[in-house]
């Protein structure tokens, strides 16, 4: 018997037997068909294998370079908010420490304001305090003497003057009748001051020496009347004018009051004020403007005027006597000055 190989009977002389189902019976027509179809696959398929190949592998290239673009750019991104966060904690707590500075600096800016304010009052309280024993001191003639010899005098009167226009310029035009406190320091302070001056006029040798060398002080007094609104710190302006009355008894004084073309105008405004006093006290100077000559040559026009003989005209029917009377002198001045005329 021979061996079996391969489920093949084999044959030791001839080799493997070969069956009949090892072969397939095909048509030669088909066979040929066959090969074409193969050889045209063999020639049409490298080509289409080949061009979709090289589409893909371009699409796979492209799309593994947008990747890695892509992973750079989320990199850089990444860093990128790295450092504003970094810059973000930093900022933080500058602000944080910018905020606790500021808060420090209000609350020491609040006590510095406080302290400021006590100073203040305080210098205040000692400038009022000192210009009252000055205004005492200067109703004593042998002082305002004493006072010129000493020649500190006109020092005084600028640093003075400066003063009372400070506080002046400092009032609000629109809250004048709100703030207005007759016993505060302030206004103590500048009514002793004002009072001084009137005592200095009231010497002679005083209004003689403001006539010469006051200059800048009663320049300043008419300048500070014109600003101030009726009705307001009337006390003050009697003094001023009581001042301006007193430099005006002396001839050089007078003329040069006069010569301030704004005189005439605060006189007007100055009798229409609606406190009495002062009224009686502009009046007075008005009168004193009446009894020199050559300043009536210099003003003979604007003491015609109408208007300011009617406004005197209404202050002869005051109630106050004093006023009604003084009014009534002045209309009788002005009315021979215009007989005169």
Known sequence: MSPLFGGKTMDHKHGPKVNEDDFVRVRRKDLEKLTTEVMQLREFLPRVLNGNLTEMLHKAQRAETKKDHLVQEQEQLRQEGLHLQSRLDAVQTECQKEREEKLLLREQLWRSGTELQQQADFCSGLGSAACSLLWSCSAREDTVTLWLTDGKLQSFLTVAAQTLESFVKSLDE?????????????????????????????????????????????????????????????????????????VSISVKGLKYITANKGLMALIWTLLGDGHWEVCLHCLRLLQSVLLEEDVLLLLGSSLLEPDLQARVSQLTSSVQPGLRVTAQQTLEDLQALQQGQ
Request: charged fraction near 20%.
């Open 174 to 246: 629109e809250m004048k009748i709100q703030t207005e406190d007759h016993n505060s320091h302030e206004h103590q302070f500048v009514l002793a001051l004002v009072g001084t001056f009137t005592n200095i006029a009231a010497v002679t040798c005083g209004r003689d020496f403001l006539s010469s060398s006051g200059h800048v002080l009663l320049d300043t007094l008419i300048k500070l009347l014109d600003l101030m609104k009726p009705g307001i710190f009337p006390k003050l302006k009697v003094l001023m004018l009581m001042a301006l009355y007193n």
